[in-house]
């Protein structure tokens, strides 16, 4: 039999390491994967993984070689490190820290939300899409399919995840925190985010709010430029108290409104779950792919608008995304 063939992992201790390795053991057989630290001392790690020891290598040369391809799933830094020391003939690099999109050889990839035209052109360096701009270009595409777009308006609403293990720790102790009237950590977002909404992190945050909310519209725009007629919405990113998952109000206007019973049939004939009882909820879509759609109502101010709420698993999204890529490279 053919060996399986060798993927590395860099940022192997990452939420986002994790979810696309699951997704890969869904491959039968499965790639053998080569997990490599994103921590930037040259430092061996240890993490728990099923209640055992996994050993993270050091990211150098020598751990890159010998992979197709090569998951970039640690943070912008990592990502810039692997493309410094990817040796001649290394893997073929597939950024979901969105570090290297201005490199003049990388292509911007969201296979879900793409067209399929049967292929695309070779790159050495595949970046994977927001997953906020991944869930919005599929679900105006399909939405499209009931009637034209005339204009769009959509608040993002920004897990915990989304900023890593370090998020989801800062949330749950600011939790904890304001609860027992305790001073709050702000590493993260120099800000409250427990018990918060948040239209900007504090200024000594990782990385500012604003950032990233350009960097969906980037995105976005990119993906929405292969699907003539589908109209770029207005966006607004907005940090959420919670740990998993996307939420998305969106407000459609449409040149003539459907109606609520054609559109959610054209959503589900897309591949989108529909809630008509119960709208669904970033918790309840944790850990399963694809979107999920629920509270579509006409506005009450414009008979030719829908009201729609959407959740998506971002860290499932960008996954299953960053594994459909490597497919067609393995």
């Known amino acids: 039999m053919a060996e399986r063939p060798l993927v590395a992992m860099v940022g192997g201790e990452t939420l986002l390491a994790k979810e696309i390795r699951e997704v890969l053991g869904e491959n039968k057989p499965a790639p053998r994967v080569q997990l490599i630290s994103a921590a930037g001392d040259g430092s ?51 950024d979901l820290a969105g570090a290297l999109e201005e490199q003049p050889n990388a292509r911007l990839r969201a296979p879900s939300a793409e067209p399929e035209t049967g292929g695309s052109a070779a790159a050495s360096i595949y970046v994977v899409a927001h997953p906020a701009a991944i869930a919005l270009a599929i679900f105006l595409v399909r939405l499209a399919r009931a009637g034209s777009i005339r204009r769009a308006l959509v608040h993002i609403f920004e897990p915990a995840s989304e900023r890593g293990q370090r998020g989801l720790d800062e949330l749950q102790q600011q939790t904890v925190a304001v609860l027992n ?110 979107l999920s759609a629920g509270a579509i109502a006409v506005d009450n101010n414009n008979p030719r608008a829908c009201w729609f709420w959407v959740v998506s698993d971002n860290l499932r999204l960008a996954a299953e995304n960053a594994v459909a890529v490597a497919r067609e490279v393995l």
């Open 44 to 94: 061996m790690l240890l993490a728990l993984e099923e209640d055992e020891a996994a050993v993270l290598t050091p990211l150098s040369a020598e751990s890159l070689e010998g992979a197709s391809v090569a998951f970039l799933a640690g943070s912008q830094a990592s990502s810039r490190r692997a493309l410094k020391l990817n040796p001649a003939g290394g893997p073929v690099l597939i």
């Open 181 to 290: 009237f305790q001073k709050l950590k702000q590493d993260v977002f120099d800000a409250q985010a427990g018990f918060n909404m948040l239209a900007r992190y504090g200024a000594e945050a990782l990385e500012p709010l604003q950032g990233i909310e350009q960097r969906i519209e980037r995105h976005l725009a990119s993906l929405l430029a292969a699907w003539p007629g589908v109209p770029m919405p207005s966006l607004r990113l907005i940090q959420a108290p919670v740990f998993h998952g996307h939420s998305f109000s969106l407000w459609v206007e449409f040149d003539q409104q459907p109606g609520v019973e054609a559109i959610s049939s054209v959503l589900e004939q897309g591949g989108i779950d529909v809630r008509f009882e119960d709208p669904p909820t970033n918790a309840g879509i944790a850990g399963q792919s694809g």
